[in-house]
């Protein structure tokens, strides 16, 4: 990919946001994009390739926002972004003048995307790609957004794990207003499978060493640490396991 | 290695094409750079620093074809790309008014392929590096060829598997032209320990989700892939795991 | 990083030296900072942040020596550039006109390092960061150093193990010189748990393949490898073990 981009566009700069995205795991892609693309400079062109449908009928996608561009396949991956708001513009990527000539059935992020997104960095218009696209229409990822359930309880998820062993959920700040704040303040407990965190910490060091904390962390979401430790180990915790927050 | 790199070419843009290549495994090292570097653009220098014999006597050489330059250690690690044709030419890397001042014993991807490479990039003759040396003498690889067997079956190997867990054959597209090929669009059968598979897809999606399937992969080689899913984990598979496909 | 660090400074060239630091293992860090840094042109902006202590009173520090700058938090990562000596100034960063608008508690590698590296790569003085510091009370790591025993051995430790399995020390080129340099050419002793090594090698083909060997290596430190093998899987070694060197 990076061979090709630097074919169309030798002046471009490229960024690896990260490597460490399970197969197939577009949730977890989602919330990357959206905690990574604000740090950026404003064209920064934003290629996301968690792709499990290349070959298949699911469509690519462009769309802009705030100054930034993503290409993407139409898969769910953009479900955050989209809730947002605030989009200029999407089309349909169908213009082959911009694929490489000979399309492979098992890698879009060489053939399509990474010319694409080198197009797009020489300036190329997103109107030259393809037809306009209503961003309604995009598919969203209904498993994404944390609820409130009937006992008052916030219901959020664990989207991924780095690799310290932190345990990011999906339950933002925006979230957490849904919430009594004063009480958030004070006590909130939240619940990972049988065990239980008291109160929100402002920093790792607020507890002592190998303990248990919750923590908005720095992509904006609440996490689940362990002060020098891991929070894998300690909850033998896994992705998608479920996080309850109650005052 | 990078450091060195811009401190001889502060202009250049590096690359990675990859890190993870088992350590001193040549053989799929050399399908990688193979499988990569047309997608890079014309006048890249390739660096292959898979160098198991650094420090001993064997050579480094810098070999020039269709507009890129390679520099690599002459243990069998451009077998592909000579195999590929059209050398323009081959030098051996001798000339150590090139090299870092002080060699290390252990390290000479910092020491000679990157500041090597950074003289290449601002535009050193090949010539100036060592004496022309004849591509027939190169050392090659035995075990990169597939073969046809007594009883008329094509017979690879498994070169690597990626993180997708895709096992990745040396098989071609040129190979696959030697056996009969209508019926090789019919049906022919893959055959991997004790399983079999029929019939080359066109796309992961055209069989069902956890199904393994083969496939012609972005690289040119024939791959077994579990569409959704792990081919490492469902045969259990390994590099070097003989791979039979007959009609 | 690589966004904001982009986006105070579009033309910085960045480099990852690694990302195969354990989580909070300054030490380990600390060593690979020194044995690499040298190798990058001089004005680089060297930014470590392996940072256990983010959100607690720790400072930041900003250094300058040789030409290189490096920026860091102030917990002992820079124990051995220190002790090279020749350092220029030293200043805490303090000044939040170079940080980014919102802190936040856990990530300050994005939210201070990041920008302010940009800037410093932009050319702005160290002074502009903060006050002078006196490089002397910067935090020491004590456990960097080796020591001689009352035994006449030198005890070091294993710092760091690389993907290959080699076993890296913190016994260096100037420690050996404490040796009876006469007797370390002919047969010095390696000891690694019940292990002996004897000699120290000039290259990994100076013994049979899948045998152990010590051999100084390119970061300038003694390590123990095991020629077309791995170390770390041959002696079961962790790191922090002793090793104890003696003629």
Do not use: W
């Not at 290349?54 to 561009?69: E, Q």
């Amino acid at each position: 990919m990076k061979g090709v981009i630097l074919t169309v566009d030798p002046s471009a700069t490229i960024v690896d946001i990260t490597h460490h995205i399970d197969p197939q795991d577009i949730l977890s892609a989602a919330y990357m994009l959206r905690a990574s693309y604000r740090f950026f400079p404003k064209k920064t062109v934003h290629v996301s390739v968690v792709d499990p449908g290349v070959g298949s009928k699911r469509d690519i996608v462009a769309l802009k926002k705030s100054g930034h561009i993503f290409v993407a396949p139409d898969n769910g991956i953009l479900t955050p972004i989209l809730e947002e708001g605030q989009i200029d513009s999407v089309v349909t990527v169908e213009n082959p003048d911009f694929f490489l000539d000979i399309l492979s059935q098992t890698f879009h992020g060489r053939d399509i995307f990474a010319p694409v997104a080198g197009h797009l960095s020489r300036g190329v218009a997103l109107g030259e790609l393809g037809s306009r696209k209503d961003p309604q229409r995009l598919k969203r990822l209904t498993t994404a957004t944390p609820y409130l359930s009937s006992r008052g309880e916030l219901v959020g998820m664990i989207i991924s794990i780095d690799r310290f062993g932190n345990l990011i959920t999906n339950i933002g700040a925006a979230d957490l207003e849904r919430m009594n704040r004063r009480q958030l303040e004070t006590l909130p407990t939240i619940r990972i499978a049988e065990y239980t965190i008291r109160g929100i910490s402002s920093s790792y060091q607020h507890v002592p060493h190998q303990t248990p904390l919750a923590i908005v962390g720095s992509r904006g979401y609440l996490e689940i640490a362990v002060n020098c430790g891991s929070a894998k180990d300690y909850f033998k915790a896994q992705k998608g396991e479920v996080i309850r927050l109650s005052c």
